[in-house]
């Protein structure tokens, strides 16, 4: 085994214990009843999903609307540009 193997394998045993330790002391404090944090964090993840998903819709709108604009801004902008490529607004 070269010493950047053994490396890997040391943090990843680090990794696993700190893991370990994280998920020992997140179910010793928690301050509720594994069904209560259940329904708990099925509630944020239906909160989580329509608010992502108002933001995307949010981003979407606005980008079609500044589609939109720039679909319509771009006729008049290669109307005006005089023989020179200048464009006169």
Do not use: C
Not at 27 to 37: D, H, V, W
Not at 60 to 79: C, I, L, Q, V, W
């Amino acid at each position: 085994m070269s010493q950047i193997d053994l490396v890997d394998l040391v943090y990843m045993a680090l990794g696993l214990v700190y893991m370990g330790i994280g998920v020992s002391a997140g179910i010793l404090l928690a301050p509720k009843s594994g069904r209560e944090t259940r329904e708990l964090l099925a509630k944020k993840a239906v909160w989580i999903r329509q608010t992502v998903a108002q933001e995307i819709q949010s981003i979407s709108d606005a980008f079609n609307a500044g589609r939109e604009a720039y679909r319509h801004s771009k006729p008049n902008a290669t109307r005006s540009a005089n023989s020179n490529g200048e464009l006169h607004g």
